[in-house]
């Protein structure tokens, strides 16, 4: 049993597509998806317990930590703009491999559309037998959210599963990602680079506040959220060209420590402009941290946190239908009439199970795909056996 539970990292360890895998990158995936949990779960034990609390549920502190779980979204933004900055930058900064753009997109709709497209059937179907809906009067919304345009016709999220609104600006960005690469990493001089990038996010900030991009249906889209992207490409840009010089320390756990600190007690839905930009340097300075700390990186880099980490797309792609399910029985689970115990109570049921069904949802519909070579694998097996026939 014991090399069973030993062996589950290493089977559920992701397959990348010929790069050298950054063990922080999925640590840090798993600092992203966990407050996301937390705060889905929150929202529905709030809207469905029946508990008589001692305490205003709002003036405990287990709250207010819950209620900034949409910090992850930001963490994933960050890291989807370093993952996907990194080859280019290599490219300009470092001779390393040259990226073709149709090799670039192909790959994104290989890996990630099969499991995207099964999942959102699946909750689209579950989501009008339940509800008792039309199903034509919902297949264009179905559409839609496969093609992920359901913020751009609609102005709102997916009915099926409403997280996937961030999966429409991932996408928005995948598209940019190339062209935004060129645009910076072509320029030779790192203070001018690095200057045009810092001058980048401050005007579009400011833009953001002036227009209000922050608010729907703008907060829905790229518009809103671009600069936690930039954050990620300022981050490539410093691993490809001084990560070595960046000596690893104690004082950077420290660091990580007030970073996050910063994050949970700035961060507010006022979107005072203030507050937004030193969420964005708190970002920034907690990304270098996980890296060159000594205990925060032996965090992230723990083959159980990487593993969680690893996985995330599904656990992402499945834990609020499934949140929305689970409530329905755990609600009558209770312990006391404190909030914040009858909070962790929920989540002590919750993680473990949508833990262990993302394992196996992961294994069995995400991580083939994780092969870049499965559609020519497929093709062959396919045409063998139409030659048999």
Known sequence: MYKFLQSIPDKL????SGRKLISEIDGLRFFAILPVLIQHLNERFERNTTIDFIHPKADTFAYFLAYRGFLGVYIFFVISGFILALPFASYHLASGKKIGIRQYFWRRLTRLEPPYIFWISIFFLVYVF????????YLPHYFANITYTHAIFYGVWSPFNPPTWTLEIEIQFYILAPFLSYFFFKIPKKGI??????GFILV???????????????SLS???HLHYFL???????????????IKKSK?????????????????????????????VICLFVFFIAAFKGNLINRLITNRWVMA???MCYTIYLIHLPFAEFFIRLSKYVTFTRDYTINLLLQLALFLPVVLALSAVFFLCFEKPFMDKDWPSRVAQRVSSIWKRQ
């Open 204 to 218: 579009l900030m400011l833009l953001q506040q002036y227009f209000k991009w922050y608010l729907p249906p703008f």
């Open 13 to 16: 360890a992701r397959v990348t």
């Open 308 to 310: 969680i980490g690893g």
């Open 193 to 198: 680079r690095r200057g045009l990038n810092i």
């Open 251 to 279: 004082f950077y756990d420290i660091v990580a420590v007030l970073a996050l600190a910063g994050l949970i007690g700035l961060w507010s839905w006022g979107f005072e402009f203030i507050n937004r930009l030193a969420v």
């Open 231 to 245: 954050i990620g490409f300022m981050l490539a840009d410093l691993y490809i060209s001084d990560w070595a010089s």
């Open 222 to 224: 790229i518009l809103g």
């Open 130 to 137: 339940q509800r008792h809906v039309s199903f034509f009067e």
